[in-house]
């Protein structure tokens, strides 16, 4: 059966009701005004609010299985976007109401009393972010994803997002969070982790310090699959600092070195910062310190088994390079180094768009790409749609699965069934 590595089900759920209730009100304000249908951003733009603000999980299930023309199983991946806009300074105040806040629901405590504790946090985060953009998401999508489970047991295996920010909230850590909900017989069968909001890969609540058991330690012990961001594109946080624990990448020397060598406190101070820099050149700066394929390399150093996929093969600006041996790509190479080298690390091929002004970009990565690659790591490579992040490239599910049963013909059936059957350890 298909299998899509890496998607999205991303719902209203994830936003503040205040900011829910405004991107209904722009929708129907430019449905109204007839915005021209002949602009690629507007398009975009409108797509992907309409999906996410318009869609539960389950009917985003069954759009994308009507694109795909086939059943299909999904891998929706959570992201938790609480602290990536939390500075460095409020972290320990957010951490503690939260940890009274799981305190009381647990002692089951009256309603009054949580309600308090409730609204205590909502004021300081809007003191502190000037709204709850992101109000509860990581609970909701929780309860979403866990439902979707429930409802589709064979159909929707989704990952359980960690953010080690979090470890203070909960009596036995973020840890026993993941015990809770990820593994066999629980509604989550993976992690994933976008270290670019704002922490480290090698943090210690991830790897380990002293006796401490760290996350990595017990996927690896358990086999549970690890999927991370690992590309120069994507989302990342807008803070001007933050404070990391753990090991940066260093350009300067080429490897990664501890935030509090570098750093006072190990608090980075952005170069590129809103409103003087443009988004790329935000995100790009915080992705290569924080997301470096040498930090991962450090983690796999350490978790020689550990099961992970380096997600989006560096991206397809990057990965295009390659294939187009344009000397400014490196990423792609790093995971590849990564792949033969580790016996469990994968990596997918997600949210691929045109580049170049080639409509057949997707075969020249498949020829360049992937028919080049060792016979081991062709065996690692699956298939994925970041679905519905497509839609901001005005990207349909057709389109794009098109492109790829096109490019890779009797290859497909490898990268979008047999290997990520194996990482996800399903017949």
Not at 252 to 273: R, S, T
Not at 370 to 398: C, H, I, Q
Request: proline letters at 6%.
């Amino acid at each position: 059966m298909l299998i899509d590595a890496h998607c999205h089900f991303f719902t209203n759920s994830i936003l503040a009701d205040r900011l829910q209730r405004d991107t209904k009100n722009i929708l129907k304000l430019s449905k109204r005004l007839s915005l021209p249908v002949n602009s690629p951003i507007v398009q975009g733009a409108a797509e992907f609010l309409i999906t996410g603000v318009e869609n539960t999980p389950e009917e985003m299930y069954e759009y994308m299985k009507q694109s795909y023309g086939c059943d299909f199983i999904a891998v929706p991946l959570m992201l938790d976007l609480t602290y990536a806009f939390i500075a460095p300074e409020q972290e320990s105040k957010v951490s503690t109401i939260k940890k009274a806040l799981n305190a009381a629901k647990e002692s089951s405590l009256p309603e009054k009393y949580i309600e308090a504790i409730e609204k205590r946090l909502d004021t300081f985060e809007r003191s502190a972010l000037g709204i709850d953009v992101f109000k509860n998401s990581y609970e909701k999508q929780i309860e979403s994803l866990t439902n979707i489970k429930a409802s589709m047991p064979d159909k929707v295996y989704p990952f359980f997002s960690v953010d080690p920010r979090r470890d203070n909230e909960f009596n036995g850590g973020i840890l026993s969070e993941i015990k809770k909900y990820v593994g066999r017989s629980k509604p989550f069968a993976g992690v994933k982790l976008y270290s670019s909001l704002g922490y480290s890969p090698t943090h210690p609540v991830l790897f380990g310090s002293g006796k401490k058991q760290g996350v990595y330690a017990f996927c690896e012990r358990h086999n549970i699959p690890v999927t991370v961001h690992s590309s120069i594109e994507g989302f990342s946080h807008f803070l001007d600092k933050t404070k990391i624990e753990g090991d940066v990448y260093y350009p300067e020397a080429g490897k990664c070195v501890p935030a509090e060598f570098l750093y006072d406190e190990g608090i980075i101070k952005y170069e590129n910062n809103m409103p003087t820099k443009d988004f790329e050149s935000i995100t790009r700066e915080r992705l290569v310190l924080l997301n470096h394929p040498v930090l991962w390399r450090k983690v796999l150093e350490k978790y020689p088994r550990l099961k992970i996929d380096l997600a989006h093969f560096g991206g397809v600006i990057q990965a295009y390079k390659y294939a187009t041996h344009d000397k400014s790509s490196f990423w792609p190479e790093y995971i590849i180094e990564m792949m033969d080298d580790f016996p469990n690390v994968y990596s997918d091929y997600s949210c691929y768009y045109e580049q170049g002004g080639n409509p057949d970009y997707m075969e020249l990565i498949y020829k360049s790409l992937y028919k080049n690659l060792p016979r081991n790591a062709k065996k690692k490579v699956m298939f994925g749609s970041d679905f519905y992040m497509l839609a901001l490239y005005n990207m349909t599910p057709e389109k794009y699965i098109d492109n790829f049963r096109k490019a890779f013909t009797k290859d497909f059936k490898r990268i979008s069934e047999d290997n990520p059957a194996n990482f996800l350890g399903i017949s």
